[in-house]
């Protein structure tokens, strides 16, 4: 079977936010931001379009293809680099708000957190990896996650990730990651913060 990892592009962000929000439709942190079933994926393929828009341009989201499709994806932000440069938090900010008019508060608050727990020393920071639902138990998302940890460990960088889901805790403990700090969303699910030290 023919497969490939290679840089997302301009022009995959579309089908790639579509996977990427069906792979995340029962995650526990997008279920708490967008909390309406029905809405889940429109909403959360919004979400992943201003991330994936955001990597594309640094350089750091890659597709792992199989038989001529997207299969598997990642989006990560560079050591030193913000994913969000250029306001594009507000972006995801408003769209939040807009889903959630009633929730603002308790929706501030824990983005806040999530923030304020960042490690302040540069790293490769894992924003997602998602897999085709399809193809979930496969490999896929640790081989996505792998391709850049070889690249961090060429550069002797260490990499940062946030997990709201326990079942990754132990795909992401065989790559080289410890839990460094537990963040508990409010009135919602707890995520869990994994370093991966230099090589």
């Not at 508060?105 to 897999?131: C, F, K, Q, R, W």
């Not at 998302?141 to 960088?157: I, N, P």
């Amino acid at each position: 079977m023919t497969t490939k990892i290679r840089a997302v592009e301009a022009h995959d962000v579309r089908g790639m936010s579509l996977l990427l929000a069906h792979a995340f439709e029962q995650d526990p942190w997008m279920s708490w931001m967008f909390q309406e079933p029905k809405f889940r994926v429109t909403l959360a393929q919004a979400w992943m379009r201003a991330e994936l828009r955001c990597a594309v341009a640094l350089g750091t989201s890659w597709a792992l293809w199989e038989k001529g499709e997207i299969v598997a994806g990642t989006i990560w932000a560079p050591p030193g680099r913000d994913l969000h440069e250029g306001g594009a938090f507000h972006q995801l900010w408003y769209l939040v708000l807009g889903a959630n008019p009633d929730r603002v508060d308790e929706l501030a608050e824990g983005l806040s957190m999530i923030g304020d727990t960042h490690p302040s020393e540069p790293h490769y920071y894992l924003n997602t990896v998602g897999v085709k639902p399809d193809l979930v138990g496969r490999g896929h998302g640790g081989a996505m996650v792998q391709y850049t940890l070889d690249l961090a460990d060429r550069a002797s960088q260490p990499c940062y990730l946030e997990s709201s889901s326990p079942r990754n805790i132990p795909l992401y403990q065989r790559l080289g990651f410890e839990v460094v700090n537990e963040i508990v969303m409010p009135n919602g699910p707890t995520m869990w913060s994994m370093w991966r030290s230099a090589r």
